[in-house]
């Protein structure tokens, strides 16, 4: 059966093709992904990013427009609204106008027009944003937030409205998924063995960024059960996908794969917002004899009621299809990445991030490495000074805390220290500008941490120490939840009075952007 066209009238046969309860869905939870991520920005672009961040915007604007020569290049290359103002109000205000934009579309009220606005808002984050907005999932944001422009109309925002949802857009976010999740297969057949051998599973639970409260358990079932959990990743991404564009009952069981899939995968751990995110364009697969069985009634009753006074839009609809010929145009770079033996993931093509190339885990860790920042209030910084952890939101440092569910909001600075463990300070060179911080007891810096060990005073010296974390077995007598080995210094002990660390900052235009709270 042919699915109804933009422009048609459903008849009853016609009618369970249509698709206002699946964008009713799709916008709601959109809606709460981007409410999300701009409650995330903020509570935290000040502290890293603002004026007396631990990465100023101000300082990378400026490297941005020299190395391209202006403004407008920088603009051109890195669209942002904070090209025109960068100050910490003009972060907080938007940060703070996308949240409530965000919950009208939560509400129920969605037009193309503020869906633009979310994007645009949004767009200005990433694009300032440097290591804290560096992954996957932003650009996959702007993606779906800009073919979700095309789901409304220009100015009508009831959730059913007269216009119908244009098809060809769900056929694009069925395009969606299937990049995402064949792309993200791809990488991990290319990359670790442990993907191809089956065991993956035996190591992602207790090492992935942020393990939560169920992740201990998945990492002690048993062996034949993981494997098949690796089975059924390669069904959810390589399999299911292709099944998106076939007809109506192979593209509902391919929906629901990919769906349950997701959420096994918020299950089992904190990825941000990514899973949620990604369930948006797995609902394009379904329509609306889908979920016509499970909302309430009155759902049902006003979205047939919505799809029997259809009313076409000529303009509208050669709109969608303009914008769906130049995702087409555009997806020639993430194919052609996809494909290739060299492939690379998370990567856009576009100043606009319109249409992106992605890919998750395509190395798994076989051990967890945590970097834990400590403190000492001793005049000799040696082992045998008493050293306090600063806890983490939701990475481990206490043996005893059960890790929690976080997600889908996200600690941005526990993901960039996940990665930094794997590698060293010169990497991550802006972990001396937060020891530096910790050492003045800077309230911005302390906001990114689970608490301050030193509240009265600041501590004389800061370190990190690099730590092996295992999973403790369930039961143990201690009630653990972690058990650690001590591998060695991360960072060496810093005090105030240290010339190198001064110097170091000053040269990169740090120091003065110390919000000191005392000296």
Same mark, same amino acid.
Request: glycine letters at 6%; a neutral charge.
């Given at each position: ?51 007396? !961040?631990? /990465? ?176 059924? #990743? ?30 096994? /995968? ?8 990514? #899973? ?30 919505? !799809? ?7 303009? %509208? ?115 001396? #500008? ?9 309230? !911005?810096?302390?906001? /990114? ?25 369930? !039961? ?5 939840? %972690? ?37």
């Amino acid at each position: 059966m042919p699915e109804a066209g933009p422009n048609s009238t459903p008849s009853r046969s016609a009618a369970a093709e249509t698709y206002q309860l699946t964008r009713f869905v799709m916008l709601r939870l959109l809606g709460c992904v981007y409410a999300v991520a701009f409650l995330v920005a903020a509570q935290q672009i000040l502290p890293l990013a603002g004026s007396h !961040g631990l /990465l100023p915007v101000g300082l990378f604007l400026g490297r941005v427009q020299d190395s391209l020569g202006s403004p407008v290049a920088g603009f051109v290359r890195l669209p942002s609204l904070f090209w025109f103002n960068h100050s910490d109000t003009a972060l907080q205000v938007m940060a703070w106008i996308g949240f409530a934009l965000s919950c009208l579309v939560v509400a129920g009220y969605a037009n193309a027009i503020l869906m633009s606005a979310l994007w645009v808002l949004y767009m200005s984050f990433v694009h300032i944003g440097q290591d804290w907005y560096g992954y996957g999932w932003e650009i996959q944001l702007l993606e779906t937030g800009f073919l979700a422009i095309f789901l409304c109309p220009l100015l009508d925002g009831r959730p059913f409205s007269k216009r119908a949802p244009p098809v060809v857009v769900f056929w694009l976010f069925r395009w969606l998924i299937f990049r995402i999740m064949v792309g993200a297969a791809l990488i991990k057949l290319r990359g670790d063995a442990c993907w191809r051998d089956l065991t993956a599973l035996y190591y992602h639970f207790e090492t992935q960024p942020i393990p939560g409260p169920l992740s201990r358990f998945f990492d002690f079932l048993p062996h034949w059960m993981l494997k098949a959990g690796v089975l059924f #990743n390669f069904l959810a991404e390589l399999v299911a996908p292709w099944f998106a564009f076939y007809p109506r009952i192979a593209r509902h069981i391919a929906g629901v794969i990919l769906i349950t899939f997701q959420l096994t /995968l918020i299950a089992s751990g904190n990825l941000s917002f990514l #899973n949620w995110l990604t369930i948006v364009p797995a609902l394009a697969c379904l329509d609306d004899s889908f979920w016509s069985k499970l909302p309430p009634r009155a759902f049902v009753r006003q979205a047939e009621a919505a !799809g029997a006074t259809v009313q076409p839009n000529l303009l %509208w609809q050669r709109t969608t299809w303009a914008m769906a010929a130049l995702v087409w145009f555009l997806s020639l770079w993430p194919v052609a990445n996809m494909i290739s033996p060299r492939q690379i993931m998370n990567t856009s093509f576009d100043p606009l991030d319109l249409v992106n190339t992605y890919g998750a885990f395509g190395s798994v860790g076989k051990e967890r490495l945590n970097v834990v920042f400590e403190g000492t209030d001793a005049t000799v910084p040696d082992d045998q000074a008493k050293w306090k952890a600063y806890p983490y939101i939701a990475l481990p440092v206490a043996l005893d805390r059960r890790p929690s569910q976080i997600a889908p909001y996200q600690p941005r600075l526990d993901w960039q220290m996940w990665f930094a463990a794997m590698s060293t300070p010169d990497q991550y060179p802006w972990t001396l #500008n937060l020891a530096w911080k910790l050492l003045h007891n800077d309230p !911005g810096a302390l906001s /990114l941490f689970g608490g301050n060990p030193f509240p009265d005073q600041p501590p004389h010296y800061i370190r990190a120490v690099l730590y092996r974390y295992q999973f403790a077995k369930p !039961g143990n007598l201690a009630g653990d939840w %972690w058990q650690r080995g001590k591998l060695g210094l991360w960072l060496p002990p810093l005090s105030v009075t240290n010339q190198d660390l001064q110097v170091f900052l000053r040269d990169a235009g740090w120091l003065e952007n110390t919000n000191s709270v005392s000296e």
